[in-house]
Nanobody, 115 residues
Framework: QVQFVESGGGLAQPGGSLRLSCVAS????????MGWYRQAPGKQRELVAAITSRGSTNYADSVKGRFTISRDNAKNTVSLQMNSLKSEDTAVYYC?????????WGPGTQVTVSS
């Protein structure tokens, strides 16, 4: 059964940076597109970044130029480097399959951007 475990969240000041990581298990990781999603209080979960099995990336307009998604197939890990953070980036961040998420969501990692 697929399992995702996210880490790396925390408190950052506006303009600061954080790096999130997600380890996937129970799947042949390298063949899947992966994505980072976020859910802010009172809002629906949204896809913010995705990376294909070949390494092509795509970003939501709200994070384009600030966030970078990457993957390490040897470690079954997908990462999200977040720079120039804004208060509106505050949310719980999750990883899952890119574009077609499974219902097996991990616990997520909280990102709070505040001065």
């Amino acid at each position: 059964q697929v399992q995702f475990v996210e880490s790396g969240g925390g408190l950052a000041q506006p303009g600061g940076s954080l790096r999130l990581s997600c380890v996937a298990s129970g799947i042949m990781f390298r063949i899947y597109a992966m994505g980072w999603y976020r859910q802010a209080p009172g809002k629906q979960r949204e896809l913010v970044a995705a990376i294909t099995s070949r390494g092509s990336t795509n970003y939501a307009d709200s994070v384009k130029g600030r966030f970078t998604i990457s993957r390490d197939n040897a470690k079954n890990t997908v990462s999200l480097q977040m720079n120039s953070l804004k208060s509106e980036d505050t949310a719980v961040y999750y990883c899952n399959f890119g574009g077609a998420p499974t219902s097996s969501w991990g616990p997520g990692t909280q990102v709070t951007v505040s001065s």
